[in-house]
Protein backbone atom coordinates (compact mmCIF):
# COMPACT_ATOMS: atom_id res chain seq x y z
CA UNK A 1 0.00 0.00 0.00
CA UNK A 2 1.56 3.12 -1.29
CA UNK A 3 1.80 5.98 1.26
CA UNK A 4 0.90 9.64 0.40
CA UNK A 5 2.29 10.86 -2.75
CA UNK A 6 3.29 14.44 -3.43
CA UNK A 7 4.58 16.22 -6.65
CA UNK A 8 6.79 18.02 -7.24
CA UNK A 9 9.19 17.39 -4.03
CA UNK A 10 10.97 20.43 -5.36
CA UNK A 11 8.98 23.59 -7.07
CA UNK A 12 11.06 26.77 -8.07
CA UNK A 13 8.66 29.70 -9.25
CA UNK A 14 9.17 33.31 -10.57
CA UNK A 15 7.21 35.85 -8.97
CA UNK A 16 3.99 35.96 -10.43
CA UNK A 17 3.73 32.52 -11.75
CA UNK A 18 1.56 29.75 -10.79
CA UNK A 19 2.34 26.79 -8.63
CA UNK A 20 0.73 23.89 -8.64
CA UNK A 21 1.29 21.13 -5.75
CA UNK A 22 -0.50 17.68 -6.35
CA UNK A 23 -1.33 14.90 -3.46
CA UNK A 24 -2.06 11.66 -3.65
CA UNK A 25 -3.80 9.89 -0.89
CA UNK A 26 -3.45 6.04 0.74
CA UNK A 27 -5.48 4.02 -0.93
CA UNK A 28 -8.63 4.13 1.08
CA UNK A 29 -8.50 7.37 2.50
CA UNK A 30 -11.10 10.01 1.62
CA UNK A 31 -10.04 12.76 3.44
CA UNK A 32 -7.17 15.03 2.64
CA UNK A 33 -5.59 17.67 4.44
CA UNK A 34 -3.01 20.51 3.07
CA UNK A 35 -0.68 22.20 5.65
CA UNK A 36 2.03 25.16 5.09
CA UNK A 37 5.25 24.59 7.31
CA UNK A 38 7.79 27.93 7.03
CA UNK A 39 11.08 26.59 8.17
CA UNK A 40 11.76 25.83 12.01
CA UNK A 41 8.23 26.73 12.69
CA UNK A 42 5.32 24.60 13.16
CA UNK A 43 1.94 23.08 10.80
CA UNK A 44 -0.54 25.70 9.68
CA UNK A 45 -3.79 23.89 8.86
CA UNK A 46 -4.71 25.36 5.21
CA UNK A 47 -7.73 23.03 3.93
CA UNK A 48 -9.57 20.22 4.26
CA UNK A 49 -11.25 17.92 1.57
CA UNK A 50 -13.32 15.18 0.62
CA UNK A 51 -14.03 14.21 -2.86
CA UNK A 52 -15.52 16.75 -4.67
CA UNK A 53 -16.19 18.40 -1.87
CA UNK A 54 -13.96 21.09 0.44
CA UNK A 55 -15.33 20.65 3.99
CA UNK A 56 -12.98 23.40 5.24
CA UNK A 57 -10.79 26.05 3.69
CA UNK A 58 -10.65 28.75 6.55
CA UNK A 59 -7.22 28.45 7.11
CA UNK A 60 -6.61 29.00 3.28
CA UNK A 61 -5.78 32.75 2.15
CA UNK A 62 -8.99 33.79 0.22
CA UNK A 63 -6.79 35.33 -2.34
CA UNK A 64 -4.81 33.39 -4.90
CA UNK A 65 -4.74 30.07 -2.86
CA UNK A 66 -7.27 27.49 -3.67
CA UNK A 67 -7.62 23.65 -3.84
CA UNK A 68 -10.02 20.54 -5.12
CA UNK A 69 -9.87 16.56 -4.63
CA UNK A 70 -11.82 15.87 -7.66
CA UNK A 71 -13.63 12.37 -8.47
CA UNK A 72 -10.71 10.85 -9.96
CA UNK A 73 -6.89 11.70 -9.67
CA UNK A 74 -4.89 13.83 -6.94
CA UNK A 75 -6.10 16.80 -4.78
CA UNK A 76 -3.95 20.19 -6.13
CA UNK A 77 -3.61 22.69 -4.44
CA UNK A 78 -3.02 25.74 -6.55
CA UNK A 79 -1.14 29.04 -5.92
CA UNK A 80 -1.97 32.26 -8.47
CA UNK A 81 0.86 34.61 -9.03
CA UNK A 82 2.76 33.74 -5.92
CA UNK A 83 4.88 36.12 -4.03
CA UNK A 84 8.00 35.40 -1.88
CA UNK A 85 5.90 34.61 1.31
CA UNK A 86 4.68 31.65 0.18
CA UNK A 87 8.15 30.15 0.12
CA UNK A 88 7.73 26.93 2.09
CA UNK A 89 6.82 23.14 2.67
CA UNK A 90 3.37 22.40 1.58
CA UNK A 91 2.33 18.95 3.11
CA UNK A 92 -0.59 17.02 2.39
CA UNK A 93 -1.96 14.62 4.81
CA UNK A 94 -4.96 12.10 4.20
CA UNK A 95 -6.68 9.89 6.45
CA UNK A 96 -9.34 7.24 6.28
CA UNK A 97 -13.29 8.18 6.93
CA UNK A 98 -12.68 6.74 10.88
CA UNK A 99 -9.78 8.91 11.73
CA UNK A 100 -6.84 7.63 13.47
CA UNK A 101 -4.45 9.86 12.74
CA UNK A 102 -3.20 11.38 9.71
CA UNK A 103 -0.63 9.75 6.93
CA UNK A 104 1.95 13.07 5.46
CA UNK A 105 2.98 13.19 2.27
CA UNK A 106 7.00 13.98 2.09
CA UNK A 107 5.52 17.84 0.94
CA UNK A 108 6.35 19.78 -1.65
CA UNK A 109 9.36 22.54 -0.80
CA UNK A 110 8.02 25.68 -2.67
CA UNK A 111 10.57 28.57 -3.53
CA UNK A 112 9.94 31.75 -4.94
CA UNK A 113 12.54 33.88 -6.63
CA UNK B 1 -10.44 28.49 19.42
CA UNK B 2 -8.46 25.14 20.53
CA UNK B 3 -4.96 25.99 21.94
CA UNK B 4 -2.19 23.44 22.12
CA UNK B 5 1.00 24.22 23.56
CA UNK B 6 4.35 22.54 23.56
CA UNK B 7 7.09 22.83 26.19
CA UNK B 8 9.93 23.23 25.91
CA UNK B 9 10.67 24.61 22.11
CA UNK B 10 14.04 22.87 22.28
CA UNK B 11 15.89 20.49 23.87
CA UNK B 12 19.24 19.34 23.79
CA UNK B 13 20.30 16.31 25.42
CA UNK B 14 23.25 13.76 25.86
CA UNK B 15 23.00 10.14 24.24
CA UNK B 16 21.71 8.19 26.78
CA UNK B 17 20.06 10.98 28.43
CA UNK B 18 16.14 10.94 29.11
CA UNK B 19 13.79 13.47 27.51
CA UNK B 20 10.03 14.88 27.85
CA UNK B 21 8.26 17.01 25.94
CA UNK B 22 4.66 18.02 27.03
CA UNK B 23 1.12 19.37 25.45
CA UNK B 24 -0.80 21.45 27.29
CA UNK B 25 -4.84 21.82 25.97
CA UNK B 26 -6.72 24.97 27.32
CA UNK B 27 -9.82 23.20 26.93
CA UNK B 28 -10.50 19.17 27.27
CA UNK B 29 -9.63 17.22 24.67
CA UNK B 30 -11.37 13.65 23.09
CA UNK B 31 -7.88 12.44 21.89
CA UNK B 32 -4.40 13.12 21.23
CA UNK B 33 -1.82 12.39 18.63
CA UNK B 34 1.33 12.54 18.78
CA UNK B 35 3.68 13.05 15.79
CA UNK B 36 7.65 13.07 14.55
CA UNK B 37 9.33 14.94 12.41
CA UNK B 38 13.04 14.57 11.38
CA UNK B 39 14.82 17.20 10.01
CA UNK B 40 14.03 18.19 6.25
CA UNK B 41 11.43 14.78 6.60
CA UNK B 42 7.81 14.95 6.57
CA UNK B 43 5.46 14.77 9.74
CA UNK B 44 5.58 10.69 10.89
CA UNK B 45 2.04 9.94 13.30
CA UNK B 46 3.46 7.73 16.21
CA UNK B 47 0.52 7.33 18.36
CA UNK B 48 -3.36 8.40 19.41
CA UNK B 49 -4.47 8.53 22.58
CA UNK B 50 -8.07 8.37 23.59
CA UNK B 51 -8.62 7.54 27.39
CA UNK B 52 -8.41 9.76 30.82
CA UNK B 53 -4.74 8.86 32.09
CA UNK B 54 -3.75 6.71 29.59
CA UNK B 55 -0.11 5.90 29.04
CA UNK B 56 1.48 3.84 26.18
CA UNK B 57 4.74 2.24 25.42
CA UNK B 58 6.52 2.13 22.17
CA UNK B 59 10.08 0.64 23.02
CA UNK B 60 11.76 3.34 24.53
CA UNK B 61 9.21 5.90 24.07
CA UNK B 62 6.16 6.23 27.04
CA UNK B 63 2.64 8.58 26.16
CA UNK B 64 0.89 9.80 28.42
CA UNK B 65 -2.66 11.23 28.71
CA UNK B 66 -3.47 13.35 31.67
CA UNK B 67 -6.56 12.49 33.97
CA UNK B 68 -8.44 15.71 32.94
CA UNK B 69 -7.48 15.00 29.44
CA UNK B 70 -6.21 18.81 29.36
CA UNK B 71 -2.31 17.34 28.76
CA UNK B 72 -0.21 15.08 27.16
CA UNK B 73 3.57 14.37 27.89
CA UNK B 74 5.99 11.98 25.63
CA UNK B 75 8.77 10.69 27.42
CA UNK B 76 11.64 9.05 25.99
CA UNK B 77 14.07 6.99 27.75
CA UNK B 78 18.32 6.78 26.60
CA UNK B 79 18.25 9.17 23.67
CA UNK B 80 19.57 7.94 20.72
CA UNK B 81 20.68 9.73 17.89
CA UNK B 82 18.05 8.35 15.28
CA UNK B 83 15.61 10.36 18.12
CA UNK B 84 16.47 13.67 16.67
CA UNK B 85 13.64 15.49 15.17
CA UNK B 86 10.64 17.70 16.07
CA UNK B 87 8.14 15.88 18.27
CA UNK B 88 4.37 17.44 17.74
CA UNK B 89 1.07 16.88 19.30
CA UNK B 90 -2.18 17.84 17.79
CA UNK B 91 -5.34 18.32 18.90
CA UNK B 92 -8.42 16.93 17.84
CA UNK B 93 -10.09 18.49 15.17
CA UNK B 94 -12.20 22.08 16.45
CA UNK B 95 -14.92 21.77 13.72
CA UNK B 96 -12.73 20.71 10.70
CA UNK B 97 -9.51 22.21 11.78
CA UNK B 98 -6.30 20.08 13.18
CA UNK B 99 -4.26 22.43 15.41
CA UNK B 100 -0.41 21.12 15.95
CA UNK B 101 1.63 22.19 19.05
CA UNK B 102 4.47 24.33 18.12
CA UNK B 103 6.58 20.84 18.60
CA UNK B 104 9.82 20.44 20.72
CA UNK B 105 12.87 20.32 18.48
CA UNK B 106 14.89 17.78 20.58
CA UNK B 107 19.09 17.56 19.77
CA UNK B 108 21.16 14.62 20.47
CA UNK B 109 24.56 14.87 21.11
CA UNK B 110 26.33 11.84 20.60
Known amino acids: NAGVMQNPRHLVRRRGQEARLRCSPMKGHSHVYWYRQLPEEGLKFMVY????????ESGMPKERFSAEFPKEGPSILRIQQVVRGDSAAYFC???????????FGPGTRLTVL | GQQVMQIPQYQHVQEGEDFTTYCNSSTTLSNIQWYKQRPGGHPVFLIQLVKSGEVKKQKRLTFQFGEAKKNSSLHITATQTTDVGTYFC??????????FGTGTSLTVIP
Open chain 1, 93 to 103: ASSPPTFLGQY
Open chain 2, 90 to 99: AGPPTGNQFY
Open chain 1, 49 to 56: LQKENIID
